[in-house]
């Protein structure tokens, strides 16, 4: 069982950077056909200031940052958990090169199946270097215990 004592507790914030030919694979990568998401004078003649993040993509910058820390703390093994939900509330664009600070806490963690299986709700709000609010990030883990 994970320790539930976690719930609430936020985790060490960090910031990412994402690059243009990050954001160009990535839309390649997801069938994003928009010119926008993968030439940059696309984007400026759309009216942004650089390649917009596409879609998801917050997700991936989330990953880069070396999070193993709490996850053990809690009880968490990595061979034994699965990526099971993933939700995003957008609230602006974000672009190539704009540094944005990653702030997350544990929401949540519950058991089903009788404790066979336990899930960690991870909230994260991204903001840009101005402090706007760029997007909430929700993960869900499922942990196989046993």
């Known amino acids: 069982m994970l320790n539930k004592s976690f719930i609430g507790r936020a985790l060490p914030s960090f910031h990412a ?31 942004h200031p650089n390649l917009p993040l596409p879609p998801t993509f917050l997700f991936s910058l989330e990953l880069t940052y070396p999070s193993a820390g709490w996850r053990q703390e809690i009880g968490i093994e990595a061979s034994r958990i699965l990526h099971g939900e993933q939700s995003f509330t957008y609230h602006r664009l974000a ?52």
Request: net charge negative.
């Open 17 to 47: 950077t994402a690059e243009a030919g990050q954001l160009a694979l990535f839309a390649k990568a997801t069938g994003e056909t928009r010119s926008e998401y993968i030439d940059e004078s696309a984007a400026r003649d759309a009216g």
């Open 95 to 146: 672009y190539a090169g704009e540094k944005l600070l990653f702030e997350s806490g544990i929401a949540d963690i519950y058991d089903k199946k009788g404790g066979a299986l336990s899930f960690v709700v991870r909230e994260t709000r991204v903001t840009n270097a101005r402090g706007e609010h760029v997007a909430d990030l929700r993960s869900v883990l499922v942990h196989r215990n046993g």
